[in-house]
């Protein structure tokens, strides 16, 4: 037997066999429909909008030490947001952390 007859067969099976069974039947079909609305009507009320790329400060990890660690986590808790490259995006920089506190 083909893939594609096993494969409706089964579904066909499986179909009847749900069919005797109206409610949970109901629900199967309907629950993916439902929230498949909820989904398209949450895109409706909000659009997408066009947002810039965005570069965010470096931050040490815990190998650099303990005191780079935290204060690359405290300095940028905001976690802000440039439109330019930041000075430790420069290609061979390894770590702008000279000047820091």
Same mark, same amino acid.
């Given at each position: 037997? /083909? $893939?594609?007859?096993? &494969?409706? &067969? +089964?579904?066909? #099976? ?10 949970? *039947? @109901?629900? =199967?079909?309907?629950?993916? +429909? ?6 398209? %009507? $949450?895109?409706? %009320?909000?659009?997408?909008? #066009?947002?810039? =790329?965005?570069?965010?400060? !470096? #931050?040490? +990890?815990?190998?650099?030490?303990? *005191? ?7 300095? !940028?808790?905001? !976690? ?6 930041? @000075?430790? =995006? /420069?290609?061979? $920089? $390894?770590? !702008? ?5």
């Amino acid at each position: 037997m /083909a $893939v594609s007859t096993q &494969l409706g &067969l +089964l579904l066909w #099976k499986n179909f009847t066999y749900r069919r005797r069974q109206r409610i949970q *039947l @109901a629900i =199967e079909i309907l629950w993916p +429909l439902f929230l498949f609305l909820i989904l398209i %009507s $949450v895109r409706r %009320s909000h659009p997408p909008f #066009k947002q810039h =790329e965005c570069h965010f400060p !470096n #931050k040490a +990890l815990p190998s650099a030490g303990t *005191l780079p660690w935290l204060q690359g986590i405290i300095c !940028n808790m905001n !976690n802000p947001c440039f439109r330019h490259p930041t @000075a430790g =995006e /420069a290609p061979g $920089v $390894v770590g !702008n952390f000279d000047g820091s506190m």
